[in-house]
C-alpha cells in the first residue's frame, strides 16, 4: 500500500500550520488504507480494549466511543501507524528530520450524537515536551464543516492549561496548571476554524491548540483516527500530578529522547 504522501507538503502548509496551530490535507491518503482502517475500526470498535470509553450520555442518543494505545496490541492499527504515509506527513509539516510514533487514539461520533468534545489541548495530558509534537487526524467519513473539529487558531502559542476528565469536568490531580478560560462562552472574541473534509483528507494540528467539537447531527457517521507525532525537540517528560499518557511505564528518564521500543521512529527525513 502507499508509504508516501499523495501529495507534497509546501511551504504553504507548513507556513499554515506555523501561524494557525492546524492545516487540512487534502486527499493525501489513498483509499487502500481507508479501507484497510474501515475494516480495523470496526473490528476495533467490536472489541474494544482495556482504556475504550463511551463518552455519551447512556440516556441520550447516539454514541461517542473511544479507544487508545491500539497499536500496543493490534498488528492492523501498528501496521497503519508503521507503514502508511502518516508519520511523514507529520514530520514534513514539523520540519523536523525524524518523527516518532507517540500513540494512536480512535474517536467514533455517530449520527444524532449530541455531546460534544470539550475545549482542551492534547499535550498536558501527555509526558511529553517539545514544540514539535503533533497529530494525524483522518476520517473515514465525509465530514461536514459545522460537525467537524473547531480550533483556536494560534493557541498553540498559549501556556499550557489544566487538563480534565471529559466525563465529569473534573480537573486532574496535582498539575499545578490554571484552569482553561471559557471558549464556548467567549467565542466571537477567538479565530475558530473548522474544516469540511472528504476521506483521503486529514488534519495536523499542534499538540498544544486549543481544540474540541460540537455533536454529530449530520447524517454521517465520523469515524477518525488520530495517531500522535513527536519531532527533534521531543523529550519524555514526567510531569507533575495526573497523566493519561502513556498509559505504562516506558523505561525512560525526565529528559530523554523519546527513541525507544515504545516510541519507535517511524520516519527519517
Known sequence: ?????????????????????????KQIFDTDWLDFLDEAVEDAMAHPGPYAEEYADEDGS??????????????????????SPAAEIAGRIMDASKTNFFYDQLLVKEPGTAERTPWHQDQPYWAVSGRQVCSVWLPLDPVEQQVGVEYVCGSHRWEAY???HFMDGSPYEGTGLPSLPDIEADRDQHHIASFAM???????????IVHGAPGNRSTHRRRALATRWAGDDARYDVRAGEVSIPTADPGLQHGDVLDSERFPVVWRR
Open 1 to 25: 500500500m502507499q508509504t508516501k504522501p499523495l501529495n507534497p507538503i509546501t511551504d504553504q502548509d507548513r507556513a499554515l500550520y506555523e501561524r494557525d496551530g492546524v492545516v487540512c490535507l
Open 162 to 164: 489544566s487538563p480534565y
Open 198 to 208: 472528504a476521506p483521503g483528507d486529514c488534519l495536523v494540528f499542534q499538540a498544544m
Open 62 to 83: 447516539g454514541r461517542f466511543f473511544g479507544d487508545l494505545e491500539l497499536v500496543e496490541r493490534r498488528s492492523d492499527f501498528r501496521q497503519f501507524a508503521m507503514a
